[in-house]
């Protein structure tokens, strides 16, 4: 047996084996694409500059906490764009709901159950197959197995001469069914491997722990990735500071950087927490600036990993890097296009390629009985 013949038996057998989990993945992936859009279309998420400034962080929180008292407030998002609401956060222990207020008026515009959308159930399928912990699992080593018939189905492809090359490149029409089906799933899936490779590469790094480490290790050249460590501060006997005292901090973030397109305040979990106001300057995710102030003295505490971004080394800013390049967001909506078609075309490939192993199967049958 070559090597060829026993890298092809692999790429068959996994996706055989991994095919129906890797459908969904890439089928609930294409659905969700876009979602962002889509739901920004809702009226709740618009409102009418008034052409006067909006409430103060303090003021809304406090038009948040009043809508589910029982609740633990977790982050406000405030937007640069001002036709936006501003969006009040709850979650954690099963639940996951958020409150669109006007960001100039204070009404509450929809308080709307997350958890439970059309678009969080496909994202739950994407991630954990509907299955919790347990899917979640399947969907990690599925992740790589994927990866290995990405690169075996690369290597099967690769013509052994110019001749075979002229035909690798495009589908020929006109032919049969079963001719075409087997041009969808090489060229299709040739075109398609190099885009959702970066998606499979990334979501290799988020379920494994050693990719993770060693992605931060050859971009900061040595240094060991520090952990996501919680900001922790000293817990002080007495009042905590003032809640007023978060409106100025981020007013002094929001004249720092005159243009964003989001601004998120996380609230302290406990006693031992703190504050952080992220500033996003654009629709790309990694370049975020994060400042994080002490709950009792309302000072901003130092960190050595999810801080400013002009401080991260090159192994953080890679790590950053993870989800925009996942969603092909990291060259703004042109990549996100093409990873939605990418996508797409792998939901295709375990159909076009069990067809193609039932067709071959099916052949050796007849020509056995003859």
Known sequence: MTIKKAITLLHLWIGLVSGLIIFIICITAAIWSFSPEIED?????HVIPKGIP???VSSLKAIADKQLPDKKLNSLLIFGDTKKSAIAEFYGGGYYYAAYIDPYTGKVLKLRDEGH??????ILGHYSLWLGNFG???VRWTTLLFLIMLISGIIVWWPRNKAARKQRFKIKLGTSPKRLNYDLHNVLGFYASWIILFAVLTAVVWTFDFARDAEYFAGSTGKTF???HDVIVKKQIGDKGIISKIDSLYALQAASHKKNYMTTISFPADDSSVY???VYPHKQMYDYDAYHYDQYTFKEVPVTFGGKYADANNGE???RMNYDIHIGNIIGLPGRIAMFFAVLVCASLPITGFYIWWGKNKKKKSTFRH
Do not use: D, W
């Open 41 to 45: 279309l809702a009226s709740y998420r």
């Open 54 to 56: 909006v409430l103060s």
């Open 117 to 122: 959308t059309f678009f969080r159930y496909v």
């Open 136 to 138: 979640k699992q399947i």
């Open 226 to 228: 520090p952990g996501y």
């Open 276 to 278: 952080t106001i992220s």
């Open 317 to 319: 800013k890679i790590v």
